[in-house]
C-alpha cells in the first residue's frame, strides 16, 4: 500500500541521522579512551584503522535499537505534529495499519540484529581482543633525542648532547652500562655516528675520541680507563613490530550460542561428578562419625542435609576426646571443602554464560519493544524532531540498559536467575509499550497538565503573590534581564535575538547530555558506589562535571548552534533578515565573538578549575575503595622512591643513585659524574647522600678521582659538602600527576624539571602546545555550525548535519593523531597541536564567506 510504502521512506533518515549520531558519540569515546594508547606505539595507520572498525560491532549492537527507537519517535511524531494522523483517521482508517509497516521493518531489524550478535559480534569482539592484546605488547622503537636519557635499551643508558636526524652524526655522547656478570663502564666520546642494521635489531655506534671507564664491582680500589680513537658499539634495539598472534581461547563475549551451550553442557555434566565425589566424601564422613559416636544422636548424618557447619560442631564437640578421629574427619571435611568451591565456580561460569546466551536474544527482541514504545509515544506526544525524539528514547534507553546492566551482574552472582537478569528489562519496556498503546486508541495526548494545574495553584495563592512581589524575588529576573538589555544596545536586536536562541539550545542541551551521562555512569558502576554515602556520590559528580561539560561541549555548541541557525532558515526568518539589509556577517558576528569568549573560558576552566576537580575525584575514588569505618587518615607528604635513579645538577654533571627516597628521606650508593668533551674529569663515588635545609647536600663516606690528560688523583672521605646540587628532595622526584592533573603552568614546570632528570620531554611539550590549541575547537565548532547551515538554507539541513558532526570528529581524531606524532619526535610538538586547528580554521573560513555571499 502507498501508505506503508510512505511510512518505511520516512522512517529510513531518522534512523540513519540518529545511528550516525549514537555511532559517533560511542566512536569519540572510543578515540578518547584508544588513541593515545596504540597510536603512540608507532603502528601502521591501516593497524589503527582496523582497531576502529573492530570496535563498529559492539557499537553497532547497542546503537540500533536506540536508533530504531528514536526514528519511530521522530517519524510519528512528525507525522501527528503536522495532522497526517488526523487526516488518516478522517479518512475511516484504523491505527492498527499504520503501525504494521515499522513492525514488519522492526521484525527485520531483529532478526538480521539477532545473526549480528550471534555470528558476527563474537567473532569481532575476539579479533579486537587478540589486537589489543598484541598491541600491548609491542613497544615504541627508541628514538634518540638530544639532551634526553635513552633507557629504552637492554642494560644501556645513552645520552648526547646533539644529534642530526638526517645523517645521524651525534656529539657529546656518554653511555652507561650496567649488565648482570660484567664490570660497569662510563664510556665518553666527542663525537660519533649512528645506524641501524639492516634488519633493524641494532644500533651501530661508531664512536670517536673518547675514553672508557670500568671497574670491578668487588674491588673498590681497581679502576680501569682505556682512550681510543674509534670504537663500535652494537646495542641491541627493542621490538617496535606487531608480531600477531592465534589464540583458540574465547572469553564468554567471543563466543556463539552454540559454543556456550556446548560448554554449559559440559559444564553441567561435570558438576554431576562433582555432586557424586560429595556424596561420597558426606557418606564417608557420616561412617567416621557414626563409627566413633556410639550414640549417634549428635547430629543427623543424612548426606542430602549434612553440611561443612555439621561436620564443625562435631569437631569442637569429639575434637579433644578423639583427635584421631577428628584428624580423619578434618581431612575429609578440607576435600569436600574443594568439592564444593569447584561446583560453586562451575555454578558461575554457567551463569554467566547463560546470560550471554539471554542478552543474544534480548537485545535483538528489544527491537520490536521500542517500536511498541515509539509509535504510540510520537503519536500522542503530536511533535517530531530530534530533539523530543532523542529525549524520549534517551529516557527508555536508560532504563532499559539500567534494567540490563544490573540484572546481568546479579544473574553473574547467582542473585537471580538468568533468564530474569536479561529479560527483566524487555518486560518492562512490554508493559509500558501495551499501556502507551491502549492511550494512543483512545486517542490520548501526553500532558503534563499537573504541572500547569501546580503553578496555577501558586500564582493564585494570596501569601505566594505577596512574597514573590518582594524585591529579593525580582533579582533573579534582573540578573537575567540585564544581559539582554545591554546586548540589544551593543550588537542591535537581531544578532541579540540570535545569540539568545544559541543559548537556550546550549543549556537545553548541555544539561541533557550531563543528566544522561551521570545517570548511565551512575548505573554502570554501581560497585564503585558500594561503600560511598550519598553526599559523597553527589560530591564525586559535581567533581565530574568540569572534565563531563569540557569533553561535551565542542559537540554541544555544534548542535546548538545549527538549530539556532537552522531556526532561522526553517522559519524564513534567515530569509527576512537579510531582505532587511542585514547580512550574515553582521548577524553572526557577535556569536563568533562569543565563541571567542568561550574558548577563553574553557581554557580558564580546563587550566585551574579542571585539574583541582579530578585531583579531588581521584581521591574520592579512592576512598571508594573501603568502608568509612576503615579509611586511614591521609599521612602528611607522598613518598616517593626511585631505583637506579638519574639526575643533572648541571648540564656536565650526572648523579647516579641506586636507591632515593624522600620519605624517609635518604640516597645510597651514589655516583656524580662530571664530564668533558671527550671524557671525565671527576668521579665522586659514596656510600650516602644527605640533604640539610640549611647547608645542602652531603657525601658521606666515599672517595673522589680527579682525571687529568695523563694522570688520576684518589681521595677518601667521610663527608664531603655537594657544590652542584642544590635541588630539593621532593622536586627532584616531584609526583607528576596525570595530564587531566595538570594544569598549563604546572606541565610547563614540570618540563623545566624533567629536563634536569635527562628525562625526554617531547610527549609533555605536545600536551602543553595543545592545552592551548584544544580550547579553539569551542570556537571552530560555532564558526562551522554557522556556516553548514547558514549556506545550505531549508533542503541541505539534515546532510550538513551530518557533515558537521563528521568534521568535528575529524577534527579530533586529525587533532589526537598529530599530536601523538609529536609526542613520538615524527614533527614538532608546535605543528602537532596545531595542525588540526589550522587545517579547519581554513576550512570554516571558506564555508563562513561562501554562506556570507
Not at 197 to 215: A, I, M, P, V
Not at 288 to 316: A, C, G, H
Not at 379 to 393: C, D, E, F, P, W
Not at 533 to 545: F, G, K, N
Request: proline fraction near 4%; charged fraction near 20%; glycine fraction near 6%.
Amino acid at each position: 500500500m502507498l501508505i506503508y510504502r510512505y511510512i518505511i521512506r520516512e522512517l529510513i533518515f531518522p534512523f540513519i541521522a540518529s545511528l550516525g549520531i549514537i555511532v559517533f558519540l560511542f566512536i569519540m569515546q572510543q578515540a578518547m579512551v584508544l588513541l593515545n594508547r596504540i597510536v603512540s606505539r608507532g603502528l601502521d595507520p591501516a593497524v589503527v584503522f582496523e582497531i576502529f572498525v573492530i570496535q563498529l560491532g559492539w557499537i553497532l549492537a547497542l546503537a540500533i535499537p536506540m536508533a530504531v527507537l528514536t526514528s519511530t519517535l521522530m517519524t510519528f511524531g512528525r507525522m501527528s505534529g503536522d495532522n497526517e494522523i488526523t487526516a488518516i483517521k478522517a479518512s475511516g482508517s484504523s491505527m492498527f495499519p499504520l503501525l504494521i509497516p515499522v513492525f514488519s521493518a522492526g521484525l527485520v531489524v531483529t532478526v538480521g540484529l539477532f545473526y549480528f550478535h550471534d555470528l558476527i559480534l563474537p567473532e569481532a569482539n575476539h579479533r579486537a581482543s587478540k589486537l589489543l592484546s598484541d598491541i600491548s605488547r609491542t613497544q615504541p622503537a627508541a628514538f634518540i633525542e638530544p639532551g634526553v636519557l635513552i633507557q629504552d635499551f637492554e642494560d644501556y643508558t645513552l645520552y648526547t648532547h646533539d644529534v642530526d636526524p638526517v645523517t645521524g652524526d651525534l656529539s657529546g655522547i656518554r653511555i652507561m652500562t650496567d649488565a648482570a656478570g660484567q664490570d660497569p663502564t662510563v664510556t665518553v666520546a666527542a663525537s660519533g655516528n649512528v645506524r641501524m642494521t639492516n634488519d633493524q635489531r641494532f644500533l651501530k655506534l661508531t664512536l670517536h675520541n673518547g675514553e672508557t671507564h670500568s671497574y670491578p664491582r668487588d674491588a673498590d680500589q681497581e679502576y680501569y680507563i682505556g682512550e681510543f680513537e674509534k670504537q663500535v658499539i652494537y646495542i641491541q634495539n627493542v621490538d617496535s613490530r606487531l608480531q600477531r598472534t592465534e589464540s583458540d581461547y574465547r572469553g564468554n563475549r567471543e563466543k556463539t550460542i552454540a559454543m556456550m551451550l556446548s560448554d554449559v553442557e559440559d559444564l553441567r555434566e561435570a558438576n554431576q561428578n562433582i555432586l557424586v565425589n560429595h556424596h561420597k566424601i558426606i557418606d564417608t564422613l557420616s561412617a567416621q562419625m557414626t563409627r566413633y559416636d556410639s550414640l549417634n544422636k549428635v547430629l543427623p548424618y543424612d548426606s542430602e542435609q549434612t553440611d561443612i557447619m555439621s561436620f564443625d560442631k562435631w569437631i569442637q564437640h569429639y575434637g579433644k576426646s578423639i583427635p584421631v578421629a577428628s584428624n580423619e574427619v578434618l581431612k575429609n571435611k578440607d576435600a569436600l571443602q574443594r568439592v564444593i568451591r569447584r561446583k560453586h565456580s562451575n555454578d558461575l561460569s554457567i551463569a554467566q554464560y547463560m546470560v550471554e546466551v539471554h542478552k543474544k536474544y534480548a537485545i535483538p527482541a528489544a527491537v520490536l519493544l521500542f517500536v511498541l514504545i515509539g509509535a504510540p509515544l510520537g503519536i500522542m506526544a503530536k511533535r517530531g524532531g530530534l530533539a523530543v525524539g532523542g529525549s524520549y528514547s534517551l529516557f527508555f534507553f536508560i532504563i532499559y540498559w539500567a534494567f540490563l546492566i544490573v540484572g546481568e551482574s546479579w544473574a553473574d552472582n547467582l542473585i537471580i536467575s538468568p533468564f530474569l537478569g536479561m529479560w527483566s528489562g524487555n518486560i518492562l519496556i512490554a508493559i509500558a509499550g501495551l499501556v502507551l498503546l491502549y492511550f494512543m486508541l483512545q486517542e490520548k495526548t501526553i500532558r503534563f497538565d499537573f504541572v500547569k494545574h501546580f503553578f496555577a495553584f501558586l500564582t493564585k495563592n494570596q501569601l505566594i503573590k505577596s512574597i514573590s512581589k518582594s524585591f529579593i524575588f525580582k533579582i533573579p529576573g534582573i540578573i537575567f534581564l540585564l544581559p539582554k538589555i545591554i546586548t540589544r544596545k551593543c550588537i542591535k536586536i537581531l544578532p541579540t535575538y540570535l545569540m539568545g536562541q544559541f543559548l537556550s539550545y546550549t543549556i537545553g542541551l548541555l544539561i541533557a547530555v550531563l543528566v544522561i551521562f551521570v545517570v548511565v555512569d551512575y548505573v554502570s558502576n554501581l560497585r564503585r558506589f558500594e561503600h560511598a554515602t550519598l553526599l559523597e556520590a553527589l560530591l564525586y559528580y559535581w567533581y565530574y562535571l568540569p572534565w563531563l561539560i569540557q569533553t561535551m561541549l565542542p559537540v554541544v555548541l555544534l548542535l546548538a548552534s545549527m538549530f539556532a541557525m537552522g531556526k532561522l532558515v526553517k522559519q524564513s526568518e534567515l530569509t527576512a533578515i537579510k531582505a532587511a539589509g542585514v547580512n550574515i556577517r553582521q548577524l553572526t558576528f557577535p556569536l563568533l565573538g562569543f565563541a571567542l569568549f568561550l574558548s577563553v573560558a574553557a581554557f580558564y576552566g580546563g587550566e585551574v578549575i579542571l585539574p583541582l576537580a579530578n585531583e579531588r575525584r581521584a581521591e574520592l575514588s579512592e576512598q571508594f575503595r573501603h568502608p568509612p569505618s576503615m579509611r586511614d587518615s591521609r599521612q602528611p607528604g607522598r613518598r616517593e622512591y626511585r631505583r637506579n635513579f638519574f639526575y643533572f645538577g648541571d648540564p656536565n654533571t650526572m648523579y647516579v643513585f641506586k636507591e632515593f627516597s624522600t620519605n624517609p628521606q635518604f640516597a645510597r650508593q651514589i655516583q656524580r659524574l662530571s664530564f668533558r668533551e671527550d671524557g671525565l674529569m671527576q668521579r665522586i663515588d659514596a656510600e650516602e647522600m644527605v640533604y640539610d635545609e640549611n647547608s645542602g647536600w652531603k657525601f658521606l663516606n666515599g672517595q673522589i678521582r680527579s682525571f687529568g690528560r695523563k694522570d688520576s688523583i684518589l681521595l677518601t672521605f667521610d663527608t664531603l659538602d655537594d657544590d652542584v646540587l642544590t635541588s630539593k628532595p621532593h622536586d627532584m622526584v616531584k609526583y607528576v600527576r596525570s595530564k587531566r592533573e595538570m594544569s598549563y603552568w604546572e606541565l610547563k614546570n614540570y618540563i623545566e624539571i624533567s629536563r634536569q632528570r635527562g628525562e625526554q620531554v617531547q610527549r609533555h611539550k605536545a600536551e602543553l602546545h595543545f592545552k592551548i590549541a584544544l580550547p579553539l575547537m569551542n570556537f571552530l565548532v560555532i564558526l562551522l555550525g554557522v556556516a553548514i547551515t547558514a549556506r545550505t538554507g531549508r533542503k541541505g539541513g539534515p546532510i550538513n548535519f551530518a557533515i558537521g558532526l563528521m568534521m568535528v570528529f575529524a577534527y579530533w581524531i586529525i587533532s589526537r593523531s598529530t599530536m601523538v606524532l609529536a609526542q613520538n619526535g615524527t614533527i614538532t610538538p608546535l605543528a602537532g597541536a596545531w595542525i588540526g586547528n589550522i587545517i579547519f580554521t581554513v576550512i570554516g573560513i571558506i564555508l563562513y564567506r561562501k554562506a556570507a555571499h
